[in-house]
């Protein structure tokens, strides 16, 4: 078992992932991050498109894999994920213990 | 001090004929071209083909995952981390090569370029460009050749000047012509993603509005011809049917009859001269427009010979500053 995986944080809820959310698909999409409100449909409202939506999710896997070991977005669920809402719900609750090892 | 040889990433994993077409192409590139070679691929594959000592201007890199030509692309990218494909990209962005080249799942090069190398400012999706060959004449620019099945007037605007930068670069054109590929050459002519993008293009330098799909591998009517890459796939597709059509014919012609046979023996060796112009192997492949850092494409069927072409042609853009110009292109232009 790895001995120095353990590091002290401080827990995510919802309002920091929003912002982590919103800096980052601001700068992949060049767009101003008062359009990427809660109920922001990526596609339709965001024009992202899917390697966009990729981009976003290895930036949050490795800015959030240093608080939660292992963190991980399966990409099954992204086909699930149409809103910023539904984005920032998941993460939440994967940070919370289902996405990995919670440090 | 002589200044140190380009180093290109090389993927000896991908392509029909990988991994022998491609070892072969990256050796032969490493001992006549002066152009360092990182080689990536399963070592236990590769080895056997490469000789020991390796070249000095060769370097093996061991990566374990493989992408298949047919996988999904974006899927693939993400799960196999450590592919040929991936680890190219990486090396790129990390600074352990200056270019790479793979003739791979084109899908999964574009998202490994992009999601490794990043898009640079301004530009929301990178772009295939194609050389089209011009008998006589450097080639024309295809832009898109199909990394984006839809598009914008915005995009078709950034493609036109990452376009003209590229022709500026890469063939040293100091003005290079560029032209909106339509079904007329009049400014109303086309749809309305055809005719709202003239609009836009008549801010970019050397626009020559609207040509036609008869204007390809002609000289004098643009340099650079601008489309969607769903249009962009179809053209140059009809084209490469066309050319093996047209050789058919050609051929079965000569092998008609004792005269006609006769007669090839005289001219079949001045044909096939003259056909090299249209040998995609020695085009050097596509290059993708907008990601920081130079990125070509070999073609699925590459051989050794389009691997040192496609090599060529990296180093060829490295030298020039090609990503640097298009940067600047677009960067000017916002």
């Known amino acids: ?103 | 001090m002589a200044d140190a040889p380009c180093t290109v990433a090389v993927d000896a994993m991908g392509g029909d004929r990988a991994p022998g077409e491609i070892v072969a192409g990256a050796l032969e590139a490493a001992t006549t071209l002066g152009v360092r070679i990182l080689l990536h691929g399963r070592v236990e594959e590769l080895r056997p083909l490469l000789p020991d000592p390796l070249p000095e201007l060769m370097t093996l890199v061991d990566t374990r995952d493989v992408i298949a030509m047919d996988d999904e692309p974006l899927a693939a990218v993400r799960k196999q981390k450590d592919s040929s494909i991936v680890v190219c990209a990486r090396a790129v962005r990390d600074g352990a090569a200056d270019a790479m080249v793979s003739a791979g799942n084109t899908g999964a090069v574009t998202a490994a370029a992009v999601l490794r190398m990043k898009r640079f400012r301004g530009v929301p999706s990178p772009a295939i460009a194609v050389p089209i060959p011009v008998p006589g004449h450097h080639p024309q620019v295809l832009v898109d050749a199909g990394a984006v099945v839809d598009a914008s007037p915005e995009r078709l605007l950034l493609y036109a000047q990452m376009g003209g930068a590229y022709a500026r670069a890469r063939y040293g054109l100091d003005a290079p012509t560029i032209g909106l590929l339509s079904n007329g050459e009049e400014s109303g002519k086309g749809d309305d993603l055809r005719r709202r993008s003239y609009q836009l293009l008549h801010s970019v330098p050397g626009f020559v509005g609207n040509v036609e799909g008869s204007d390809f591998m002609h000289a004098g009517r643009a340099d650079v011809i601008v489309t969607d890459g769903f249009t962009g796939n179809v053209a140059l597709k009809s084209m490469e049917g066309a050319l093996r059509s047209l050789a058919g014919v050609v051929f079965g012609v000569l092998d008609a009859t004792p005269e006609t046979r006769e007669a090839a023996t005289v001219i079949t060796p001045r044909l096939l001269e003259a056909a090299q112009v249209y040998d995609p192997d020695l085009t050097g492949g596509a290059v993708l427009l907008g990601v920081d850092g130079v990125c070509v494409i070999s073609h699925g069927n590459s051989s050794a010979r389009a691997v040192v072409s496609s090599v060529q042609l990296a180093a060829d853009c490295v030298e020039a500053g090609a990503v640097r110009r298009m940067q600047e292109a677009v960067a000017n232009a916002r």
């Open chain 1, 1 to 103: 078992m790895p001995a120095e995986t353990h590091v002290e944080h401080t827990p995510l809820g919802p309002d920091e992932v929003l912002g982590l959310v919103r800096e980052r698909l601001a700068a992949i999409l060049e767009i101003d991050e008062d359009r990427i409100t809660l109920d922001a449909r990526f596609v339709e409202d965001l024009e992202a498109d899917s390697l966009a939506l990729i981009e976003l999710v290895e930036e949050l896997e490795e800015e959030l894999g240093e608080r939660t070991v292992g963190f991980h977005v399966d990409d099954e669920d992204l086909a699930d994920l149409h809103t910023v809402r539904e984005a920032v719900d998941y993460v939440v609750a994967r940070l919370d213990g289902g996405g990995g090892a919670t440090s």
